[in-house]
């Protein structure tokens, strides 16, 4: 793999993990037409999650410490037999509705995931995964939303919306965009429905990252893991963590503007797009 190409997937990656639009569809578009084997740049893309953990850190580092606090004064709470009080502030239900969207999401990813990655062979599923992404992004822009806070979220809107999370292991069903149409869905107001996407990503995008570490590593010591140099592999974390963040930036504008409807206009016309090429490929 080359400098260009590093960086390349490396924008790739991190611009499409936050804005609705796949980003596992979009890297297997672009390693397809980049005549790119995904077996041989599995250390690679592992290395990108990291990047754009990066990204989700630097933004929501605030929110992160106080929840990692919490953690521990709750933990105190359990001890000293206070009890585990969840609604004893914002912060600590917070950490509870992020804990429980994150169990379907895990689940879900278990047991299909190894199906749904076979999808990702054509270009096919990943057109219609994209035309079914944009379709909920309008319905969701244009009928969902409300003014439900932390405080007013649920523990049936905490498992939807890990459901939502956990469905976006089909191709080109975009994680963000399905957690966000999930809090749109349950009536979150827009600031707490994409802090709150956001937020249960770290664990989603953590538990893949370490469970596709081992065969990262196995795949540095063969020899299909050695065309890609370390400067090369840095350069593309990089440019996913400088474009996730820019991404993530992005996204909060958007929600909170009510500008879903340009990420559904693209997502129609790339899974069009993949959809016509994969019939005449």
Same mark, same amino acid.
Request: aromatic content about 10%; proline content about 3%; some cysteine.
């Given at each position: 793999?080359?400098?260009?190409?590093?960086? @390349?997937?490396?924008?790739?990656?991190?611009?499409?993990?936050?804005?609705?639009?796949?980003?596992?569809?979009?890297?297997?578009?672009?390693?397809?037409?980049?005549? &790119?084997?995904?077996?041989?740049?599995?250390?690679?893309?592992?290395?990108?999650?990291?990047?754009?953990?990066?990204?989700?850190?630097?933004?929501?580092?605030?929110? &992160?410490?106080? $929840?990692?606090?919490?953690?521990?004064?709750?933990?105190?709470?359990?001890?000293?037999?206070?009890?585990?009080?969840?609604?004893?502030?914002?912060?600590?239900?917070? #950490?509870?509705?992020?804990?429980?969207?994150?169990?379907? *999401?895990?689940?879900?990813?278990?047991? =299909?995931?190894?199906? =749904?990655?076979?999808?990702?062979? *054509?270009? $096919?599923?990943?057109?219609?995964?994209?035309?079914?992404?944009?379709?909920?992004?309008?319905?969701?822009?244009?009928? #969902?939303?409300? %003014?439900?806070?932390?405080?007013? *979220?649920?523990?049936?809107?905490?498992?939807? &919306?890990?459901?939502?999370?956990?469905?976006?292991?089909?191709?080109? @069903?975009?994680?963000?965009?399905? *957690?966000?149409?999930?809090?749109?869905?349950?009536?979150?107001? %827009?600031?707490?429905?994409? %802090? =709150?996407?956001?937020?249960?990503?770290?664990?989603?995008?953590?538990?893949? =990252?370490?469970?596709?570490?081992?065969?990262?590593?196995?795949?540095?010591?063969?020899?299909?893991?050695?065309?890609?140099?370390?400067?090369?592999?840095?350069?593309?974390?990089?440019?996913?963590?400088?474009?996730?963040?820019?991404?993530? %930036?992005?996204?909060?504008?958007?929600?909170?503007?009510?500008?879903?409807?340009?990420?559904? @206009?693209?997502?129609?016309?790339?899974?069009?797009?993949?959809?016509?090429?994969?019939?005449?490929?």
């Amino acid at each position: 793999m080359s400098l260009i190409q590093s960086i @390349i997937l490396g924008i790739v990656q991190g611009l499409s993990e936050f804005l609705p639009i796949s980003s596992s569809g979009h890297l297997a578009v672009i390693q397809h037409f980049m005549n &790119i084997d995904p077996e041989n740049v599995l250390t690679f893309t592992v290395m990108l999650h990291f990047g754009t953990l990066v990204a989700i850190f630097v933004v929501y580092w605030k929110d &992160i410490v106080d $929840l990692c606090k919490e953690l521990f004064f709750t933990i105190k709470d359990l001890v000293t037999g206070q009890g585990l009080q969840p609604k004893k502030n914002e912060t600590r239900w917070l #950490g509870c509705m992020i804990i429980l969207a994150t169990i379907p *999401t895990g689940i879900m990813g278990v047991l =299909f995931n190894d199906f =749904f990655e076979s999808l990702y062979s *054509t270009m $096919l599923p990943i057109g219609i995964g994209l035309l079914i992404t944009g379709t909920c992004l309008f319905a969701a822009e244009r009928w #969902g939303g409300g %003014r439900k806070g932390v405080m007013e *979220t649920n523990v049936r809107n905490a498992l939807f &919306i890990g459901l939502c999370q956990g469905i976006a292991i089909c191709p080109g @069903i975009s994680r963000s965009g399905s *957690t966000m149409v999930g809090g749109l869905t349950c009536r979150f107001n %827009r600031e707490h429905a994409v %802090r =709150f996407a956001f937020l249960i990503s770290i664990p989603s995008v953590l538990g893949a =990252f370490l469970l596709e570490l081992p065969d990262a590593i196995g795949a540095m010591n063969d020899s299909s893991g050695a065309g890609i140099g370390m400067g090369t592999m840095a350069a593309g974390v990089i440019a996913a963590a400088l474009s996730g963040y820019f991404a993530i %930036r992005v996204m909060i504008k958007a929600v909170t503007n009510k500008k879903l409807i340009y990420f559904s @206009i693209y997502t129609w016309i790339a899974g069009a797009g993949l959809i016509l090429y994969s019939l005449i490929a």
